[in-house]
């Protein structure tokens, strides 16, 4: 984990302009029926591993006061003009201390699978169970194991006048991991410029994570599938609340 922020800055161009096109629509339609519901207007939310932004945007937006929190710079960097209105900060989400308590917080698209130990998703819970005001909400959605298997079926490419971008996923089922393999052809001053990266991903069981939940605190701990809420195209992605 030591240098997982410098890969994601890496990936943050990417991310940002490919990725991040129709998920947060998706994911702000789950949080309305997960959460918002049960928020005062203007309620003070933390949005965990917040990426580049885009969701934590959109809240902004609907009138909620926003913080996001992420590692990596360069995502942060995209956040911040993604959503101008909204605070961020860069903080390792296993170890950060902001000062103040919010009423909910978020961690979404599948950013708990980018944790690669149960030692790693137990701290981060430990942070959010202590930043949260009593009888705060906790909501994070994971990938499932039907998501992790089809992995490949998410393949993705996009062919682009100055630039090329690949991202290819392959599952592990004994180490339960995700490995995804991007490479990227960049057009500089007339030459083709290659990178390549890699990001993973581990799949945790649900039974697992509600464990650790209630062992970080939380109480009143639950999850419930995509397509139960009827999230398109997420209906295999796992939604979990969990209250302080």
């Known amino acids: ?53 885009n969701v934590a945007g959109l809240l902004s937006e609907r009138g909620y006061n926003m913080t996001g929190l992420d590692g990596s710079k360069l995502m942060l960097d995209y956040a911040k003009e993604n959503a101008p209105a909204v605070e961020f900060v860069q903080a390792d989400a296993r170890d950060f201390n902001l000062g103040r308590k919010f ?38 959605d994971t990938n499932s194991l039907s998501s992790s298997e089809d992995v490949d079926l998410s393949d993705f490419s996009a062919v682009e006048e100055q630039e090329v971008f690949i991202s290819q996923g392959s599952y592990n089922s004994i180490e339960k991991l995700t490995t995804y393999f991007l490479t990227a052809f960049v057009k500089e001053n007339n030459k083709w410029e290659r990178y390549d990266n890699k990001i993973y991903e581990r799949y945790y069981e649900e039974e697992l994570l509600i464990s650790i939940l209630k062992k970080a605190g939380f109480r009143n701990t639950a999850y419930t599938y995509g397509a139960d809420i009827e999230i398109e195209p997420f209906e295999d992605r796992v939604f979990f609340t969990a209250w302080k």
């Open 1 to 53: 984990m030591a240098d997982i922020y410098t890969e994601y800055d890496c990936f943050a161009y990417f991310y940002n302009k490919y990725w991040t096109i129709n998920a947060p629509l998706y994911l702000e339609k789950a949080l309305d029926i997960l959460l918002l519901e049960k928020l005062e207007e203007k309620a003070h939310i933390l949005d965990v591993c917040c990426g580049t932004g």
């Open 103 to 140: 009423q909910a917080i978020t961690c979404l698209f599948d950013s708990i699978n980018h944790l690669l130990s149960k030692d790693d998703v137990l701290l981060v819970f430990k942070n959010i169970y202590e930043h949260l005001e009593e009888n705060g909400i906790f909501v994070f």
